[in-house]
């Protein structure tokens, strides 16, 4: 009954590996997003999703993949890693696209 | 495009003290305006909201106005805690053209000392 989880917490990886980090809700909430984190740029959104099997992109997309099978699970796919993709990353959710309650982050390091 | 400007920190202060962060923004449709809360190691947590204008979000003692006429929605507290102490961001979120966009500030980071 953890709300909202994220795994793995803590990643490290080689460029051009494919890498997923999966998202959680136990909510049943229809809308899900997917964050990053970078020094200097505040939270920068990637894709969301207002429902099962509806995706959008946001503001930095590229180098990534979402899929969402099922309401409780918004997972994040990079498909061939770069260093510009370490970063700290976050899955959010929320009954409406103006609530988002945040997970608790994935720090990825892309060697 | 839409945008987010908040004061850059760190910003210092007693305990006690009045506390103002300054977030200012541009949109092209009418946004909805947010202040969250990031405590070390920790996803962020919503700290009030406003949906439109002249609407005041409030919550655990903080406060902030939606003024569309100033394009503002300045985060104040009358008397902060050390507890207060983390990374505060202002947000919009704005639904326009058939395209979702939800905008984050740099943050700013508040230290509150005893």
């Known amino acids: 009954d953890a709300g909202i989880t994220q795994s793995p917490r803590y990643k490290i990886t080689e460029t051009g590996r494919q890498v997923t980090l999966m998202c959680h809700q136990t909510w049943s909430h229809s809308y899900m997003f997917w964050y990053r984190q970078d020094l200097g740029h505040g939270l920068r959104l990637i894709y969301y999703s207002a429902a099962a099997d509806i995706t959008d992109k946001g503001e930095v997309p590229d180098g990534y993949v979402v899929s969402r099978s099922k309401t409780e699970n918004f997972p994040l796919t990079l498909e061939s890693a770069t260093r510009s993709q370490t970063s700290v990353y976050f899955c959010?959710?929320?009954?409406?696209?103006?609530?988002?309650?945040f997970g608790p982050g994935t720090r990825l390091t892309v060697l | 495009g839409d945008s987010v400007t908040q004061m850059e920190g760190p910003v210092t202060l007693s305990e006690e003290a009045f506390l103002t962060i300054n977030c200012t923004y541009t949109?092209?449709?009418?946004?909805?305006l947010f202040w969250y809360v990031q405590y070390p190691g920790e996803g962020l947590q919503l700290l009030l909201k406003?949906?439109?204008?002249?609407d005041k979000g409030s919550n655990k003692g903080f406060e902030a106005t939606y003024r569309k006429e100033t394009t503002s929605f300045h985060l104040e507290k009358g008397s902060v805690q050390v507890s207060d102490s983390a990374v505060y961001f202002c947000a919009l979120s704005d639904f326009t053209s058939g395209t979702y966009k939800y905008i984050f500030g740099t943050g700013t980071r508040l230290k509150v000392l005893a």
């Open positions: 949109a092209t449709g009418y946004p909805s």
């Open positions: 406003a949906t439109k204008a002249d």
């Open positions: 959010a959710s929320g009954r409406t696209d103006n609530e988002q309650f």
